[in-house]
Every structure is written in C-alpha cells, then in structure tokens.
C-alpha cells in the first residue's frame, strides 16, 4: 500500500465529514452566520475603547445602534439567531465596561463554534487538494522509480560475454579520428573560421557545441589578431600588458575579450562531435551521424567521415543492440546492483512499486479534482 494513497483517502474522508457537518446546517446560512458573527466582532473591537464608561455618551450610542441594526437584520432560520440576540440584549445598558465587553465576547462564543464548521470544511478542502497533488506527485515518482528497475532488470539480462568489440572499434576509430582532426584544426586555423564553424554546428541540435560568446566571435571577425589559430590567442591572453603591445594593436580589448574567455577556448574540443561508449540506440545512428557529417564537412579529411559512415552502417547491424545492451550493462552495472539482481532483491522492489503506483492510481481514480 501507498502513504499518499492513504493521505488521499484519509483526507477524502475528512473532507466529506467535514461538507456533510455543512450541508446540515446549510451552507448559504452558515455562510451568512459567519459574515455576522465577523460584523459583531469588528464593532466590538472598533468601539471598546470609546463606548465604556461614561465618557464618550457619542460612540456608546453609534456602537448600541449598530448592535441593534445588525441583529434586528438577521434572517429567522439564521443559525445561533437567539444567541446573537441575546448579546444584543446584554449589550444594551445604560453604561458599558471592558468586563461587558468580555462577557459579550464570551456569549458569542456558541456562534464562533457553529461557524467553525465552515473553517473545518474550507480547511480539509485545502488538505484534500495537497493530498492529491501529493498523490500525483507520488505517481510520477514510482513511475521514475519503475522504469529505472525495469532497465536494471533489462540489462542484468544481457549477454556480459557477448563480443561487444564489433561495435567498440568502428566507435572508437571514428572518436580518435575526429578528435585529431578537430584538435589539429583547432590548433593550426584561424580563430574565427574555427568559431565560424562551432557558430554554424547550432544549426544542429545534436551536435552540442556551446555556441561562442557573442563578443568573442565578433572580435575575431573584426581584429587581425583573428587569424591566429586560438592557442596563439591564448598565448597573447596570458601576456603581461606591456609584451602584448609588441604583438596586437589594442592589448586592452584583447585581454578584456578574449581574456576572459579563456576557459572556453581552452575546453573547445571535438566531445559533441563523438558518439562515445556505451552506444546509442540503433534508430539514433542515422540522425546522430547526418548532423555530425554536415559539421565535419568544415573541417575533417575524407577518412575521417569515411570512418562515420562506417559507424552509420553499425545501425544495421542485426545484433546491434543485442551488443548495445551488453556494453551498457558492463559500462552501468556495479557490484552491488549485481548482488541485487541475483538476489532477487530488484525484482522484489519492482513488484512493490508497480503495487504501490497501482494503489495510488486507484486512490486518483476514487477521489478527483474538487
């Protein structure tokens, strides 16, 4: 069974007590009782300190005839009607002290209790309303929790000696390949084509370079310091002010554009450009290797995207994920989640979850939206 089932039940529960205690009473009427009960206590706090005593003949006569005019307005069927009109009738003396005050305060305390019905009602429609979204929320965390022991389970079935190396080496030769190239072009073409090329990558959203800062890009578009490949930047960065004079027309922009980017430039590498291991999903191949092909078009040799086509055909390869499945369940499961799995101890827990999210559905389905 679920907690937040039961809290969803639970609050069901006081939720429908708490609107049949209403509903006795009739809710309109309640709701009028309150509003009067408000109206005779605001007067009351309003005119304590001016209508005692024999002061102020004033407020004792305006506060005596809003007492009367607010009791003599109520409805016949009005709940605690004899109630107010008794403290009407309490309150009308020739003088008034705070211990009349008090008192009156204290007869009123029969309606503060009727109204209280309204209050318990209100408030166990606001618990009920978090004990669904509490529900809800549950839901979705057994779902999360679900899928990920369906995926524990899934890969303590795969074949640990199955010859994962058919897809390892076409993967890894691709990743080697392209990121040597794109360290050598990095390090021997000017700064802005190669920025040009990672600003032209953001038309690919596979590919997840993150795209240069837009006062970088527009320094090495404008300056002559531009067609220096980005280790010579990174050089001049580090240069004390007064060597950069020697090199670069204006050493403050420089330090102040490029400076400040220096960890950018230095983490720029070929990462997005890699399909990396364990391997994706057979039907994510081709969409991954188009993008990719059209960045590598900028810059790699010919070998290069002849070693992506060779990544592309693995797609097809009728054991792919057979082999998939094997390098992830090598590369993700540690020791411990093996002891689990074999210990029966995974599958214990998914049947605990798929009882706990169906108790929790059913509670859903039993109690809706207000």
Not at 168 to 180: F, L, M
Not at 185 to 205: H, I
Not at 222 to 234: A, N, S, W
Not at 318 to 330: G, I, K, P, T, V
Request: charged share 40%; proline share 5%; glycine share 4%.
């Amino acid at each position: 069974m679920s907690d937040a089932a039961d809290q969803l039940r639970n609050a069901a529960t006081e939720r429908e007590r708490a609107r049949d205690a209403v509903e006795e009473v009739g809710e309109a009427r309640l709701r009028e009782c309150r509003d009067r009960y408000r109206q005779l206590h605001d007067r009351q706090d309003r005119y304590e300190d001016t209508a005692t005593g024999s002061g102020n003949f004033k407020a004792f006569t305006e506060f005596e005839g809003a007492v009367a005019d607010l009791t003599e307005a109520l409805d016949d069927d009005l709940p605690e009607k004899e109630t107010f009109e008794a403290v009407d009738d309490y309150l009308q003396q020739r003088r008034l002290s705070e211990s009349d005050f008090e008192t009156a305060r204290r007869k009123l305390r029969p309606v503060g209790q009727r109204v209280e019905l309204l209050d318990d009602w209100e408030d166990a429609r606001e618990a009920y309303a978090d004990a669904r979204r509490a529900a809800q929320r549950r839901l979705r965390e057994l779902g999360d929790r679900i899928d990920d022991l369906e995926r524990l389970r899934r890969l303590g079935e795969a074949d640990l000696d199955a010859p994962v190396e058919e897809l390892r080496e076409p993967i890894e030769t691709y990743d080697d390949a392209v990121r040597e190239s794109f360290r050598e072009f990095r390090s021997s073409t000017p700064a802005r084509e190669v920025l040009a090329t990672v600003e032209r990558a953001d038309a690919f959203p596979l590919v997840e370079f993150t795209p240069p800062p837009p006062e970088l890009l527009d320094y090495v578009r404008t300056h002559e310091t531009g067609t220096d490949p980005i280790p010579k930047l990174l050089e001049y960065a580090d240069y004390s002010a007064s060597k950069l004079d020697h090199y670069v027309d204006d050493a403050a922009e420089l330090k102040r554009v490029v400076g400040t980017r220096r960890t950018y430039l230095r983490n720029l590498d070929a990462d997005p450009l890699t399909i990396g291991w364990p391997p994706p999903p057979a039907d994510h191949l081709p969409w991954l290797t188009r993008a990719y092909g059209s960045v590598l078009s900028s810059f790699a040799a010919d070998s290069v995207v002849a070693t992506l086509r060779d990544v592309r055909a693995l797609g097809d390869y009728r054991d792919y994920e057979r082999l998939r499945e094997s390098a992830l369940a090598r590369a993700e499961l540690d020791s411990e989640e093996r002891e689990r799995l074999a210990g029966g101890a995974v599958a214990q827990e998914l049947a605990v979850a798929r009882e706990q999210r169906a108790d929790v559905e059913a509670a859903l389905d039993e109690h809706g939206p207000l």
